[in-house]
């Protein structure tokens, strides 16, 4: 094992009772993961019990929103150990976001160290049923403390973990934001970084307010293109095909959205990436050739949306809900948790950690 484990995660590990709901990251997992960086170099990692952490009250993480993340599950349905899906893709966004905002990229190898760790200890609490999950939350974050402005030299990459449902059940609505930008090309949108989420939760908070999940970002500059929602990529069914929009550096490239756009090919849908008007798509959703539409994420799964909602309380809503999304859904759940053939290699099983002494 090349990482140390605190004495403390035996007892954390045996007091852990996972309440009957779940919910969407109210849980926290008894055990975290965490590993240092400094002097060009990453330390050893410890796996420790879940628990507040000690952090320099100026650490560029609070001060400036130093700090990237990614999100991935752990499925174990009908299975004694767990599996992952995709995780080199989420190191491998992770190094891009890294890179985005000049930090160190976490190695591969360190990156499935992390998961395995956790995932591993967890593997007794990886719920079993279809549609949860462990919900894993890698981050790495600049610890030196200091108002100049350049990097951190000093960093930290912890794993946390959720054993969670779906996002959302059932259908979603969406409260179109005409007015707060979430990202601009040139920014941070295309990297999974905090920084993203704070000027988004105005809006958050103000579609909760309206009964709806979630808000709808159009792109900065005309108020015009969709771009994603908060935390999930937008796929739109026009004329029986497939639309998403293209990833033009403020949108968030998904590994789900990828998955679904290789996925969908592969049962012979046809998917465009493309610009997408929110006028053109209101129009064609009054007159039906938009027929549906959904959103998807790791933490959504494929959500289907059920209206698309103004500020003033006018809906659009398309004529299926839960069509074409529930296709997907389905054939996406089944590869990730492994109850069909997984022609893309995609799954991973967690590595078994190597017995004691
Ligand atoms: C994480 C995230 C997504 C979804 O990405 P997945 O890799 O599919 O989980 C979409 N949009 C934003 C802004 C995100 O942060």
Known sequence: MAYDVDPGVAAALAAFRPPERLGFGQVAAPVMYDVHYADGAWGRGRLLPYGPIEILPGARALQYAELVFEGLKAYRVGQPWPNLFRPADNCARLARSAERLAMPPVPEALFLEALDAVAGALAPFVPDRSGQALYLRPFLFGTESGYLLRNSTTFRFMVIANPVEAYASGAIRVAIERHDVRAAPGGVGHAKAAANYAPSLRASSAALARGCTI???????????????????????????????????????????????????????????RAIELGALLGQIASG?????????????????????????????PRVVDGVAAELREALLAIQERRAPDPFGWTRDVARPAPAG
């Open 289 to 317: 050739a938009c027929s549906e539409l959904f959103a998807c994420g790791t933490a959504a799964i494929v959500a289907p949306i059920a209206a698309l909602v103004e500020a003033d309380g006018r809906e659009h809503v």
């Open 215 to 273: 808000a709808l970002w159009l792109d900065a500059h005309e108020h015009r293109y969709l771009q994603e929602l908060s935390g999930m990529n937008l796929f739109a069914v026009v004329d029986g095909e497939l639309l998403t929009p293209t990833l033009d550096g403020a949108i968030l490239p998904g590994i789900t959205r990828d998955s679904l756009i290789r996925l969908a090919r592969h049962r012979g849908h046809a998917v465009h990436e």
